[in-house]
């Protein structure tokens, strides 16, 4: 009898079942051969993994590369022109951000066109080879990249705030300044006249001013079409005044009266007969009175005797008692003139410098106002009755005596349109290195860009040339007529045509000192979006509006406290420095202090600046204003403030990728 040992029956042949049937059911050693069942497919999703990865940083290598060119190309593109020289420079940025052979891509030359108006587009093709995929038949792999730039107008204000002092007449490696200036302006403008053209065909719009400055600026025109209102009625001027208080009457005669003829009472010679013609002593003779009444006021008469002593007409005349010998009859008349009323006047006696308030509520609406020219009427030949008077004692301004003097030489002024500023704060204040934070004091209302007057202190005052003089410490010490200027008149915003651009730059004429500080100050008021004008809102047809300053100047703050400017007479107004002597390099620093404090509020806007110093230094106070290092430059000759002009064209909208 056998026994089971409780193992299962032993699966082999010795039971009947094959080999194949067996591995069948064996599971022993399967993983192996899976396992190298998947290397293949393995092999091909890690190289895959590796190339693509790679591939993927060569191309956004080659993206980067060709952004730049594009923008780099569109920067330099003038005119709208895609040229040389915007095919060079798109190239050469492409080619410093992707080499040639980088990451083992095949040679390729990347292509630049003009898709569109204003367009830049960079496309560049090659291949970069495989490392691991191609055990799998692939050697490589394409990179295709395609990037477009433009420039993104949106809404764009450009105020050009241009230096035209005297020294713009000066030649620079010869041509004049002035000159140079006006081809630079107009190639700004036909760089972006292609611009222009697009917004205002889709319901945008670019707009210029223009600000030239020198000693002042020329705004009262704007300013009193805004508001005549914002104009002072009274302005205080340096000037001087005539004392008239010398009493003079002058008599109002009658007509002559007839002829009297009076015979003398005996026979006398013929040189006695002239005397008595002529009511001059002789013997036996004592003149008539040949005048009476008065004194003046008081009605009065004059007698004015004559004859002809000539034999046969007084001397012995037909019908004469006595007509024959050496001693005959004589005869004379005479016309007496009655004075019944006399004129009071009063002649100058005296000239005084001071600081007078002047009537300018008629001058300030471009009416001409008539002034004296001579403070001295006293005429030449001596005779009162020819002096210049007036009827009423008193001290009399040029415009006074302008109306009230007579027998006096006068002159029509109409007013340029040149100003004074409103009142500023007092000189410590404002130093040439306070405030040191370029905050402006509260009662700088002349450095408020954007306060809307609404008293005298914050009103304007036209400027006054004619009767501006400049004095010593005293009134009697003069050193006058003052020197002056007045550029051409400011222009607000306004979408120029070619024509109007050209007309109004070839007529800049080159005149005063340079005073930085008044040209930006109304650079930034015609470009602000609050205060009077208000012209440049902040948005237009809903989108945003660009506002740009472009600040040219040809030399350095250069200022003179003898000579009228938009502060007055510095020495004897002292508005500015507190002096009556201040030095050149003190009253220079507290105006450049100005500008550094009108630049940085101008900025506070939103307002982009760009200074260009042409035939001068570019000062650390230029560099400052300006909204960024590469938006300041110096420029020493006509082609090269052309370039600068251009470029500053191409750049002033915001240049973007657009693919």
Known sequence: MHQSDGRAPDASPAHGKGFLTRLRSDSRGNTLA????????????????????????????????????????????????????????????????????????????????????????????????????????FDSMPLNVTCDASLNFVNTDVMLVLDVTGSMADPLNGTNKIVSLRDAVMALYDELAPIQTQLEANGMRLRYGVVPYSSTVNVGTLIRGVNPDYLVNSSAVQSRVARYDQLTYVGDPDPPQAPVTQVYGSSISQTDCDKYGRNVAFSGFTPSANQGGGPAPQPSWTRTFSNDETSGVDWGWPGAPDTSSNSRSCRRHYVQVNTPTYETRYRWSATLWQQEPIDVSQYKLGTPIQIATAATTISNDNDVTNDGYVTTPGIYDGEELGVAGAQITKTNITWAGCIEERQTAAPNLITSTTPANLAIPATAYDLDINLIPTNDATRWHPALPQLAYSRTSSTSGVNSPVGSACPAAAVRLTAFTRSAMQSYVNALTPTGSTYHDIGMLWGARMLSSGGIFHDSPDTYNSMPVARHIIFMTDGQMDTDPGIYTFMGIEKNDQRVSGQAAPTEAELNGRHMQRFKMICNAAKSLNISIWVIAFGTTLTSEMQGCASNANQASTISDRNALIARFRQIGSNIGALRLTQ
């Open 34 to 137: 899976i396992l190298g069942a998947a290397l293949v497919p393995l092999a091909a999703m890690i190289g895959s993994g590796v190339d693509m990865s790679r591939a993927y940083m060569a191309k956004t290598r080659l993206q980067s590369a060709c952004d730049a060119a594009a923008l780099a190309g569109r920067r330099v593109m003038v005119n709208d022109t895609l040229d040389t020289n915007v095919r060079t420079e798109a190239t050469r940025f492409f080619n410093f951000n992707f080499q040639q052979g980088l990451y083992q891509t095949r040679p390729f030359t990347p292509s630049i066109t003009r898709p569109t108006s204003g367009t830049i587009r960079v496309s560049a093709s090659t291949r970069i080879p495989t490392s691991i995929m191609r055990i799998l038949g």
